[in-house]
Structures are given as C-alpha cells and as structure tokens.
C-alpha cells in the first residue's frame, strides 16, 4: 500500500514550507547566523533565586575565569557588547541571560555565567560562586545544552573536570554538551591537533571543537549546533505496511 503522496494534499498544505535548516535541505549556517543575530539582554541574576523561570531551551556558557565566555557570545551573536568581555579576569561576575527569538518571539536563552578558578577571587567567594553554578547546573529545568569553554593551553582543569562530574548525570539523561578550545587563533595546526586530541580523551568522547574569535574558527559550525540543539527537526512518523489501514482493494 502507498503512503498518501503531496499529489493528495489540499493546495495549503502544498505551500513551500518555511525556509528553515531541515534534515531534507541540509544544515544553513545562514539560518542560525541570523537567529543568533537577534540575541538581547534579558537580565542579570547575582543569585539563583533571581533567575526568571523560563519554559523555552536554555543553552549555558561555563568555563574558567578569561576563557573567553563572553567574547565567544559576542562573536556568535556577532554584537560587540552583549556579554561583557574583559582582559581582567572574572568580569562577569553574575549569571546573564540572553533571549534569541525571530519576530520578538522567544524561543531560546543564552546563558553567560561567571568564570571559575581565578586565583585572585577570596575563597569564601570561590565557594559560594561554586555552590550557586553546581546548583544552576543540576536544577535549571529547561537547561538544554552546556558549552563549555577552556584554553587549550591549560586543557581541561581539575575545576573543568568537577563541573563535567557535575553535569554527567543530566548528559546520560539527553543535555547537550560540547566543549570549545577557545583562543585557537594562539596554536599552530601541530599544538591545536594536539591540544583537540587530549581534551576528546578528557571529556570522554564528547564533542570537541576549535573556536577562535579573533579568526572566526569554528563559529558557523557552533552557530548551527545551537540552532539544532534547540530546533529539533522532527522526525517523519513512518508508517509501517502492517499498520497501516488497508485500502480499497487491498485484501
Ligand atoms: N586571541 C584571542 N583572544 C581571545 C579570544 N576570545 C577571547 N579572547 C580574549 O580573552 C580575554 C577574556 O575574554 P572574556 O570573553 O572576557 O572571557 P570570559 O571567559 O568571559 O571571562 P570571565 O568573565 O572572567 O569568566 C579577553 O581579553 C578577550 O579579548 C580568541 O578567540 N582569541
Ligand atoms: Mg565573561
């Protein structure tokens, strides 16, 4: 039996479908450029208890102090000021929340949070600083997807390793995770082969790219994982001969 062809529809149903990355078409970094282009502040929270309850997909930059948090937020949402980037290190010093969303809809958030591991921060502040992002990590409802930002000239750190000890148990239940090498534009092919090879066996076979802002490495690449992250293409229901209703003439 012949599942219903186009030919069947009603001239509506016919229409073009929207022009968006599908699994047909393929992927369109154009897409996710321009969807990531309508980033806009949302708020900044000191604290959990300050963060707005969201209900759509909510995609969180982590990483030690200076990784380059920030900066790659401004690079993918190609804004030179939405994240507050800074030499000095430990610059965002609360959780930002970005939204992204065509035609003012809301259908995603960006998440900037503040930097670990900088020496110079007190250790009462280190500790609270830890509790309140262990906590964002393994409560955040509509926590989607974790990039996660290191300098492939220190590699993963213990602190990287206790945040992925963290998350482990939500990635096994289907967050997404991909940790960036930043800076990339400061090794040569050798070291950033290197470097990508190391941080792949660290992170127990996770996704592992390069990113450079300063030389746009990586940036489409990553623009579509976000934009696939948070627009699952859904699947055409198959619909099984031994399902299917029989039709006329069928016996
Ligand atoms: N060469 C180079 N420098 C970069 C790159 N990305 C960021 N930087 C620099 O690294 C420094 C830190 O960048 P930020 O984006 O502020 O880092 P952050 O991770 O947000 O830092 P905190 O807010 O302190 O946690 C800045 O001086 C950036 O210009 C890059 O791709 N290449
Ligand atoms: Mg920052």
Redesign the pocket.
Known sequence: MTVTGSDSLPPAARARPPKSASAASGPDPKIAMGWLHTAKFLTTAPELKHLPRLDVPEIAFV?R???????CINTLTQQHRLAY???T????QSINLFTLGKQGVTDAVLTDL??YGYAAVPKEAKYRWQQVMGNYLQTRDNLTAVVL?CDPRLGLTELDEVLLDVIRPRVVEGLKFLVLL??S??LNKTEAAKALSIVKLQAGGGDVKLF???KRQGVEEVAQHLWDWTHPVEKPVKVKPADAEPAAGDI
């Open positions: 990483g102090s200076n990784a380059g948090k920030s900066t980037a800074s030499k290190p430990g610059r965002t503040p930097g930002l930043t800076k534009d400061k450079s802002a300063l």
